[in-house]
């Protein structure tokens, strides 16, 4: 099972209740907790998703009937094809995949500093967009994606996302 923690604004967006008090025991996956928020390029919603242990964004475009159970959904292929793509292998990827598999529980977000990394990753988000639409180019959101998870971030020692995720994926390995 997924843990996914909302910001308010993606909360209000969908207009959808989250969990308040005690927090719900759950077994620890390999990635861990994702954090969402919603940001807007233009007149598009998209969810910034972020992973909490190694900081891989993940960038969702969200459409008129979406819900957060249907960018759950989406979250959790995209990161299958993250994780393959960084040379996870296919069988952490598959792993990942059926941790999540068992559902989501929405809660409220609590880490503050991971909330400034999505901030900045919102800013570098609108950069990358609005380079790629100068150029008439439709949204490639995994070209995003790749472009977000290279930048160095100081809650990884200066490290990237990318390298990260293919750190946790290797010792997933041993």
């Given at each position: 099972?997924m843990?996914?923690?909302?910001?308010?604004?993606?909360?209000?967006?969908?207009?959808?209740?989250?969990?308040?008090?005690?927090?719900?025991?759950?077994?620890?996956?390999?990635?861990g907790?994702?954090?969402?928020?919603?940001?807007?390029?233009?007149?598009?919603?998209?969810?910034l998703?972020?992973?909490?242990?190694t900081?891989?964004?993940?960038?969702?475009?969200?459409?008129?009937?979406?819900?957060?159970?249907?960018?759950?959904?989406?979250?959790?292929?995209?990161?299958?094809?993250?994780v393959?793509?960084?040379?996870?292998?296919?069988?952490?990827?598959?792993?990942?995949?059926?941790?999540?598999?068992?559902g989501?529980?929405?809660?409220?977000?609590?880490?503050?500093?991971?909330l400034?990394?999505?901030?900045?990753?919102?800013?570098?988000?609108?950069?990358?967009?609005?380079?790629?639409?100068?150029?008439?180019?439709?949204?490639?959101?995994?070209?995003?994606?790749?472009?977000?998870?290279?930048?160095?971030?100081?809650?990884?020692?200066?490290?990237?996302?990318?390298?990260?995720?293919?750190?946790?994926?290797?010792?997933?390995?041993?």
């Amino acid at each position: 099972m997924m843990k996914l923690r909302c910001t308010r604004k993606l909360i209000d967006h969908f207009d959808e209740t989250h969990v308040s008090g005690p927090e719900p025991e759950m077994p620890e996956s390999l990635l861990g907790c994702w954090y969402a928020n919603l940001v807007w390029y233009w007149r598009i919603p998209m969810a910034l998703c972020v992973n909490e242990r190694t900081l891989y964004a993940v960038v969702i475009p969200i459409g008129h009937s979406d819900s957060l159970e249907s960018v759950y959904i989406r979250l959790i292929e995209r990161v299958h094809d993250a994780v393959r793509r960084v040379g996870g292998g296919t069988e952490v990827a598959d792993r990942i995949l059926e941790e999540y598999r068992g559902g989501v529980r929405i809660l409220p977000t609590n880490n503050r500093s991971l909330l400034g990394t999505m901030n900045d990753l919102a800013f570098h988000l609108d950069r990358s967009l609005e380079c790629r639409m100068l150029k008439s180019r439709l949204p490639d959101w995994v070209e995003h994606d790749d472009d977000l998870n290279v930048i160095p971030q100081r809650l990884l020692g200066w490290s990237d996302a990318r390298s990260r995720l293919l750190e946790v994926c290797n010792a997933a390995i041993e």
